[in-house]
């Protein structure tokens, strides 16, 4: 099983700091993602990358960037970390090979979460 | 039920009985679809999928439906058990472009919290 793998469970930073949240994935997928999560809102997409060094902004990329310097590894950095950027964030993998495009079972796999505290 | 403010539908049966949550999707050109589930402090799980082509899917004791007409989605469980208790996303895929190479948008539902009373 693809095994998605983000370094911190929880996290707590102060306003104006620099964080890096890390997700490693174990199955060389080429998709990787950064989500958050808000109660009412839902999982919305940060950002994206389809390959390494690729990236693609997602519908709320403000105040974020990201780094994929490795295809296993996909970072999210908060340059100036805020309060309204404290939530719930999501990592996941997908490879959009020619199995996901016609098959079936190959939903996105997530990792366990990071839940980051700006104070 | 109706999602109000920022207030998750819910639903509540007891165990043995079967759930249906249901889930409307937003754009008619989606031709993926997955349902995932949500434990307290974990990540989304997946469930099951389906794809435009299917308007029926079965796994071990849950079954989604897919309606195209009216752009809806539905997970079925069968004797649903307390360790189903959780909150139950559906996303929807749409086919994108980007530097000459076609990707996959996921778009996520709100969610639904179904608990299971034993």
């Known amino acids: 099983d693809v095994k998605v793998t983000q370094s911190s469970r929880y996290l707590v930073k102060r306003t104006g700091e620099k964080v890096f949240l890390e997700c490693v994935q174990d199955?060389?997928?080429?998709?990787m993602f950064w989500y958050r999560q808000d109660p009412g809102l839902g999982l919305r997409l940060i950002y994206f990358?389809?390959?390494?060094?690729m990236k693609e902004k997602g519908d709320i990329p403000e105040g974020y960037s990201v780094s994929r310097e490795k295809k296993e590894r996909f970072s999210l950095i908060l340059e100036s970390a805020s309060t309204n950027q404290t939530s719930m964030y999501l990592c996941?993998?997908?490879?959009w090979g020619q199995g996901h495009r016609i098959g079936l079972g190959y939903g996105y796999t997530f990792g366990s979460g990071t839940r980051l505290t700006v104070v | 039920g109706e999602s109000v403010g920022l207030h998750l539908p819910t639903l509540s049966v007891q165990e043995g009985d079967n759930s249906i949550i249901n889930c409307a999707y937003s754009?008619?050109?989606?031709?993926?679809f997955i349902w995932y589930k949500q434990e307290s402090g974990k990540g989304p799980q997946f469930i099951i999928d389906?794809?435009?082509?299917?308007d029926k899917r079965q796994g071990q004791r849950v079954t989604v439906l897919l309606n195209k007409t009216v752009k809806h989605l539905s997970l079925q469980i069968a004797a649903t058990q307390p360790g189903d208790s959780a909150v139950y996303f559906c996303?929807?895929?749409?086919?994108?472009?980007?530097?000459?190479?076609?990707?996959?948008?996921?778009?996520f539902g709100q969610g639904t919290i179904l608990t299971v009373h034993p």
């Open positions: 996303a929807e895929e749409s086919l994108r472009s980007a530097g000459g190479t076609s990707y996959g948008k996921l778009t």
């Open positions: 754009n008619s050109a989606s031709d993926y």
């Open positions: 389906i794809r435009s082509n299917m």
């Open positions: 199955m060389d997928h080429e998709n």
């Open positions: 990358s389809y390959d390494v060094k």
């Open positions: 996941a993998s997908i490879d």
